[in-house]
């Protein structure tokens, strides 16, 4: 009877300890949380203090408009002059020489609703590699 007792307390038990598992998992949950706010990506905007926007003054010279029609689709208006169908590296030679010739021109991009916000992204580093310091955003589609 004895030995039957003795082997039952010497059974294994194939019971997986869960506790060392939880504590790793909380461990990297901990991690991933205190890390996640410093992993951001980010563009600087200078967001005006004024509370109500400013329409471009009549008196003033027409500012260039940067319309995006659709994907790749880019036109130039000035005035009572546009440019359309322009390829991307026509839209930077056409900035670069508005630039050049009035340092203080106002440049603006305008979108199409249906235009994915990328093209509207695009339209801006090409305005940017063209040398514009500062772009507008036209608050009604065109």
Excluded: C, W
């Amino acid at each position: 009877m004895a030995r039957a007792r003795g082997r039952g307390r010497r059974e294994l038990k194939s019971e997986i300890n869960i506790v060392p598992l939880l504590d790793v998992l909380l461990v990297l949950l901990l991690i991933f949380m205190a890390t996640a706010p410093i992993i951001t990506q980010s563009v600087e905007v200078d967001l005006p203090d004024a509370t109500e926007s400013q329409a471009v003054k009549s008196n003033d010279e027409p500012p260039v408009i940067v319309e995006v029609s659709g994907v790749g689709q880019y036109s130039i208006k000035v005035g009572q002059e546009t440019l359309s169908q322009l390829p991307p590296e026509q839209v930077i030679a056409e900035a670069k020489r508005r630039l050049e010739a009035n340092e203080k021109a106002v440049f603006l991009i305008g979108g199409a609703k249906d235009v994915p916000y990328d093209e509207i992204i695009k339209a801006l580093n090409l305005l940017h590699s063209a040398g514009v310091k500062s772009v507008g955003l036209m608050t009604k589609p065109i």
